[in-house]
Nanobody
Framework: VQLQACGGGLVQAGGSLRLACAFS????????MGWFRQAPGKERELAGT????????YYAESVEGRFTISRDIAKNTIYLQMNSLKPEDTAVYYC?????????????????????WGQGTEVTVSS
């Protein structure tokens, strides 16, 4: 499995960006996919995740209502639509994939539950 993330950039507060993560490998629909972010000097944290097969989503409280995860199964790609961006959303964003993520447990929020990682794409929100 290989993941390739793109779509980051510089945006003003209140603006929007859409990140994409292309999945290369078999059984895309079987993987739970997560978007994590890591700001300078901080730990990597989950922004949101989408469950394999049924496509349920979960968002961190800090992005709930502003960020939306979607996926295109035909393209083996997931997206993170980020609206109403704030300076505190500034971070490197990573997509991740896991085959055995326990979606409905706190484990799904842990980076250690995901086996594969993309290279990261940088998002900078100016005030």
């Amino acid at each position: 499995v290989q993941l390739q993330a793109c779509g980051g950039g510089l945006v003003q507060a209140g603006g929007s960006l859409r990140l994409a993560c292309a999945f290369s490998g078999r059984n895309f629909n079987s993987y739970s996919m997560g978007w994590f972010r890591q700001a300078p000097g901080k730990e990597r944290e989950l922004a949101g995740t989408i469950r394999g097969s049924i496509g349920s989503t979960y968002y961190a409280e800090s992005v709930e209502g502003r960020f939306t995860i979607s996926r295109d199964i035909a393209k083996n790609t997931i997206y993170l639509q980020m609206n109403s961006l704030k300076p505190e959303d500034t971070a490197v964003y990573y997509c991740a994939a896991g085959l055995t993520v326990r979606f409905y447990s706190v484990d799904s929020q842990s980076p250690s539950s995901y086996n594969y990682w993309g290279q990261g794409t940088e998002v900078t929100v100016s005030s």
